[in-house]
């Protein structure tokens, strides 16, 4: 069969995809935050379905993770509602209580059991190929890559069909109630959604990857592009790469997998935090950077034209005393003339400056710059 | 209740109890200006950042000194805190994206850096993980002195720059315009944040310190409408369900303290919700029940 290696980076692939799909419409909606919520009350589920089956191995258990997700949201929000409190602190107030109870109950009742909260909130990538599906006695590869190939095929035709819905709902949830469908029921199918991925996720991956996985790569797209079909795509290549670089540095450092995973997410995130073209860091201060100097600049040329040829013209342009007209620094005077003589819009002599541009051509520096 | 008697006399129960009680009153003083600024999960953000923090001040020294570690969560919170700040004022990404983003990134190095010095020679790396889940029954006297040091230090910050965090809070643009630097304040208030939830780390752990922020203030803003009776408020129930957690906790065996704190904080939060005078659910249904009765009135009598 495949090897262990390539099983694995196919599954953190194909989970990076998974992921990313209602991520993007998570970072639009600013609902980011959510998924941090449901990555620890899932354990409240899992928890409780154990109790009612007693075997860690059930569906049950998924079902139950799966439904305190959506519940995680839904309780949220009614007490959002009740307009006592921001949409955030009843996030911060819900999730920890969730998880709370599910810890109490874990270290009272289920001590015996292998139920701990290590192995729910840290996964582990690298026992996934162990895993495996055998159908009539025949290993037809890891679990894994049928619950991460079937996840991202869910997510896919969730998005697929209601991509016109989620679209509006997304930005103009007031439209979209006009036009007669509810931005609610869009809302809650978003969430189980989400809830079933980061369930069927969290077992290969961990909770921490979860989060990573769904936020970053569609945070580093947002950067990137203003097309929502675009941004899905740029999130699912994020995330892969992500994945694939991951893995290697992982079994370079011998480090945990997931754990790099979730450091080259941020890494790439970063890097376009920092160089995305128009949107990214350095660009944003260096378009600052020019507004800056083109308004000083503007600004001396229009001081200048105003008193040029009056009586005041020798006291009020002359670079000596212009600075204490403007009320700027000698330093800045002499770095902004200096420029505009460079760009042939300001001329020196005699220590008097003159302006070189004609009214018209103030107005088109003024209105295109 | 000769039961409980004798607890409160016992010495071990004495330094927890003032541990998490000391805790309380600084995480409810500080959530009260995270809740109002719409911040409050940015403790969340900077509690999971501080794992790394605590590994990479052990891997570099090799000690498991509270100190040393706490210095390293501490380094890594303002780090983590810095990033959120500069990516959302720079860039067109979003606060809440930003946290969740760093928070993963930041805990996934973590939990790569403990796998690294799980095969670290010559160093048992077994106690860091306490600072996952926290447990406050190991407190030590001397682990309540950095609370106290700590906690005292950031209240008498907040009480230096009341009036700034007040005009911040409230009203950002005027505060601006009164010439107060939004950066420094920044700086100042994330400082406060990334101390107190260091120190709460031991405690109640990485995952639950945020709710130490977000449930005591939220149950005081039912109570008070002043900055002041809030803040006063939030810390009492802070200190409360320090007090009380730890009081359950050991009075049962095998409960976590922990989380029976937060399950504390939340149910001082939810008695708010439903019995504040006012605000509260109860008192608003009454009154919409008493209108619908006298609107009834009043169309009986017109018809």
Known sequence: ?369 | MKGIIELFSDYTFQIVALGTGLLGVVSGVLGTFTVLRRQSLLGDGISHAALPGVVIAFLLTGTKNTEVLLFGALIAGLIVSFLITLVTRYTRVKFDTALAVFLSVFFGLGLALLSYAQRHPNANQAGLSRFIYGQASTFLARDVWIVAIAGLFVLILVFLFWKELKVFTFDPTFAQSLGYSRTRLDMIMNLLLVVSIVIGLQAVGVILMSAMFIAPSVAARQWSKSLGGMVLLSAIFGAMSGVLGTLVSSAYANLPTGPVIVVCASIIAGISLLFAPGRGLVHSFYRRYKARKEMKGKQALNA
């Open chain 1, 1 to 369: 069969m495949l090897n262990p290696e390539f099983e694995i980076q196919l599954i953190a692939v194909l989970l990076a995809m998974a992921c990313a799909v209602p991520g993007v419409f998570l970072v639009l909606r600013r609902m980011s935050m959510v998924t941090d919520a449901i990555t620890h009350t899932i354990l409240l589920g899992i928890v409780i379905g154990f109790f009612i089956v007693k075997d860690l191995n059930s569906p049950v258990l998924i079902l139950g993770a799966t439904i305190i997700g959506v519940m995680t949201v839904w309780v949220s929000e009614l007490l959002s509602e009740t307009r006592l409190m921001v949409e955030e602190s009843a996030i911060g107030i819900v999730y920890p209580l969730f998880f709370s109870i599910a810890v109490i109950l874990i270290s009272r009742y289920a001590g015996s059991a292998h139920l701990d909260t290590d192995s729910v909130l840290l996964g582990e990538l690298a026992f996934a190929p162990f895993n495996r599906y055998t159908v009539n006695g025949v290993d037809i590869g890891a679990k894994g890559l049928y619950t991460s190939g079937f996840l991202l095929l869910l997510n896919l035709i969730f998005v697929g069909v209601f991509f016109k819905e989620l679209k509006l709902v997304i930005f103009d949830p007031a439209l979209a109630t006009i036009i007669g469908f509810s931005p609610a029921i869009i809302h809650y199918a978003l969430m189980s959604v989400v809830s079933v991925t980061i369930v069927e996720s969290f077992e290969a991956v961990g909770s921490v990857l979860v989060i990573a996985f769904m936020i970053g790569p569609p945070a580093t797209a947002y950067l990137l592009t203003n097309d929502l079909k675009r941004m899905i795509l740029y999130s699912m290549a994020i995330g892969s790469f992500s994945g694939i670089i991951g893995f290697r540095l992982a079994m370079f450092l011998d480090v945990s997998i997931p754990g790099s995973m979730a450091v080259v997410v941020g890494f790439v995130f970063m890097l376009a935090v920092l160089f995305a073209p128009k949107r990214g860091l350095v660009s944003t201060l260096l378009l600052r950077a020019k507004q800056r100097k083109t308004y000083h600049q503007l600004a001396l040329l229009w001081h200048v034209y105003q008193h040029e040829y009056t009586d005041r013209a020798n006291v009020e342009n002359h670079i000596s005393t212009i600075a204490k007209h403007l009320n700027w620094e000698q330093s800045k005077i002499d770095r902004i003339v200096a420029s505009l003589v460079q760009d042939g819009k300001l001329q020196v002599r005699d220590g008097m400056l003159y302006n070189m541009l004609d009214a018209s051509e103030l107005e088109a520096f003024l209105f295109d710059e």
